[in-house]
């Protein structure tokens, strides 16, 4: 089945960075982009940017375009291909609290949409 | 920009949910989709290209609109439906959300 798996819980101090990771499994690579989106406590989504696991190619919001980093690793050490997403944000402020999700996107149709979501991880900035 | 109303909806088990959102410009009705999202865990795709329900969601949840205005329809809200609803939308290869809309036990 579909899975999405994220790194746990992170704690940072503001002007820190931080990377998240999310392994993906149960379905085709290829055929899918994978999107950060994070959730400030109380509040609502806020789309940050996708990677193109094919290409290595990246996409993001305006906002996060100078602090937020998008990569991928895919290996088979375990004779099956495995894929993790990381996301790379520096120069963290107390704003950055926030739960972060991976989501994957299908590619090839015509209506995008955020089909599968990670569990999400919790970073907190605190000085 | 998407502006979603109302920000909280009060309402009885059994009764009908009609929650809107709105784009500040039109929009390709493919490119809206509807998430609901419960305390404490991840956004479900509910609703694509408007009105398309994905995987495993109840006829009770339909999605309707064009241009600028769309609506996700809740008919007959079961116990498990109270939760939050945000609508996203796609546009020059980026995404965007809504505020959300709280559906609450009245």
């Known amino acids: 089945q579909v899975q999405l798996v994220q790194s746990g819980t992170e704690v940072r101090k503001p002007g820190a960075s931080v990377r998240l990771s999310c392994k993906a499994s149960?379905?085709?690579?290829?055929?899918?982009?994978i999107h950060w989106v994070r959730q400030a406590p109380g509040q609502g989504l806020e789309w940050m940017g996708w990677?193109?696991?094919?290409?290595?190619?990246?996409?993001?919001?305006?906002?996060?375009a100078d602090r937020a980093t998008i990569s991928r690793d895919t290996s088979s050490s375990t004779g099956a291909m495995e894929l993790t997403v990381f996301m790379y944000l520096r120069s963290l402020r107390l704003g950055d609290t926030a739960v972060y999700y991976c989501a994957r996107e299908p590619l090839g149709i015509l209506t995008p949409n955020l089909d599968y979501w990670g569990q999400g991880t919790l970073v907190t900035v605190s000085s | 920009v998407l502006t979603q109303a109302p920000g909280t909806l009060s309402l009885s088990p059994g009764e009908r949910a009609t929650l809107s959102c709105r784009a500040s410009q039109e929009i390709n009705s493919n490119y809206l989709a509807w998430y609901q999202q419960k305390p404490g865990q991840a956004p479900r795709l509910l609703i694509y290209g408007a009105s398309s329900r994905a995987t495993g969601v109840p006829d009770r949840f339909s999605g309707s609109g064009s241009g600028k205005d769309f609506t996700l329809s809740i008919s007959g809200l079961e116990p498990e439906d109270f939760a939050v609803y945000f609508c996203?939308?796609?546009?020059?290869?980026?995404?965007?959300f809504g505020p959300g809309t709280k559906v609450d036990i009245k």
């Open positions: 996203q939308q796609y546009g020059s290869s980026r995404f965007s």
């Open positions: 990677i193109n696991p094919n290409s290595g190619g990246t996409n993001f919001a305006p906002q996060f």
């Open positions: 149960g379905y085709t690579f290829s055929g899918y982009f």
